[in-house]
């Protein structure tokens, strides 16, 4: 790897980690596909663990708000949805699954947009953690099906909680994808070398959040749930 790529690994991971610690998610939207392009292994194992020093600084920043209740919640749905990712990832294209939870994630914003707020339910975590766990561990993008039910809420219970709940879900998607073969000792060296850029965005990201929070989170967390599923379907379409 090259100076250069290693320099666009940091200045990428840099733009992620500024754009979650802001709205609450989003790194590996921005992140994954431009690791993918310098080196394919980056994707989706050492996007996944790149990210998890980002959310535990994110979770110690805004601990007085994680709702631990709700994240064990979602966590229940998210560990079948892991298991069957990691093993379509080792056996098959996981493209068409992908497309499908991509497609209902677009749906989810389109209501919540035009329609009722939506509220984080039990039911509606046990669904929406399902989601993230299959999308997040087959793409490494598996923030906006718990997102949209957040969208109605205050800034730092969005990102505290998500940040709970990514926390343990980045551990639970790394261990899935070691053990069915797809994250290794080459992937756990690539998964380093993003850190310097993770803490230089998460630092940014103190001001992101304050201009956010001042009434402005339900559209970013609605736009950047949108962009991040379309480009779900675009990389598994194209």
Same mark, same amino acid.
Request: aromatic content about 6%.
């Given at each position: 790897?090259?100076?250069?790529?290693?320099?666009?690994?940091?200045?990428?991971?840099?733009?992620?980690?500024?754009?979650?610690?802001?709205?609450?998610?989003?790194?590996?939207?921005?992140?994954?596909?431009?690791? *993918?392009?310098?080196?394919?292994?980056?994707?989706?194992?050492? *996007?996944?663990?790149?990210?998890?020093?980002?959310?535990?600084?994110?979770?110690?920043?805004?601990?007085?708000?994680?709702?631990?209740?709700?994240?064990?919640?979602?966590?229940?749905?998210?560990?079948?949805?892991?298991?069957?990712?990691?093993?379509?990832?080792?056996?098959?294209?996981?493209?068409?699954?992908?497309?499908?939870? *991509?497609?209902?994630?677009?749906?989810?914003?389109?209501?919540?947009?035009?329609?009722?707020?939506?509220?984080?339910?039990?039911?509606?975590?046990?669904?929406?953690?399902?989601?993230?766990?299959?999308?997040?561990?087959?793409?490494?993008?598996?923030?906006?099906?718990? *997102?949209?039910?957040?969208?109605?809420?205050?800034?730092?219970?969005?990102?505290?909680?998500?940040?709970?709940?990514?926390?343990?879900?980045?551990?639970?998607?790394?261990?899935?994808?070691?053990?069915?073969?797809?994250?290794?000792?080459?992937?756990?060296?690539?998964?380093?070398?993003?850190?310097?850029?993770?803490?230089?965005?998460?630092?940014?990201?103190?001001?992101?959040?304050?201009?956010?929070?001042?009434?402005?989170?339900?559209?970013?967390?609605?736009?950047?749930?949108?962009?991040?599923?379309?480009?779900?379907?675009?990389?598994?379409?194209?």
């Amino acid at each position: 790897m090259s100076s250069w790529d290693l320099l666009a690994v940091v200045g990428v991971s840099a733009l992620g980690a500024f754009v979650q610690g802001s709205v609450g998610f989003g790194h590996n939207l921005v992140v994954a596909p431009a690791l *993918a392009l310098v080196d394919e292994r980056f994707v989706p194992g050492p *996007a996944i663990a790149s990210a998890a020093l980002l959310t535990a600084l994110m979770a110690l920043r805004d601990r007085r708000d994680v709702h631990l209740g709700e994240i064990r919640t979602a966590l229940i749905g998210r560990i079948p949805a892991t298991i069957l990712a990691a093993v379509t990832v080792a056996a098959l294209p996981a493209d068409g699954l992908a497309v499908l939870f *991509a497609a209902l994630v677009l749906l989810a914003v389109a209501i919540t947009a035009v329609g009722p707020e939506l509220r984080p339910t039990r039911n509606r975590l046990l669904v929406a953690g399902a989601l993230s766990g299959y999308m997040g561990t087959a793409t490494s993008i598996g923030g906006p099906p718990l *997102a949209v039910l957040y969208a109605a809420e205050h800034g730092r219970r969005l990102r505290g909680t998500l940040a709970g709940f990514f926390l343990v879900g980045t551990g639970m998607s790394l261990t899935a994808l070691a053990l069915t073969g797809s994250y290794g000792r080459p992937e756990l060296g690539l998964s380093a070398l993003p850190l310097p850029g993770v803490v230089l965005g998460f630092l940014a990201s103190q001001w992101g959040a304050r201009w956010l929070d001042a009434g402005r989170i339900r559209p970013a967390v609605l736009a950047v749930s949108a962009l991040a599923a379309a480009s779900v379907l675009a990389e598994a379409l194209l």
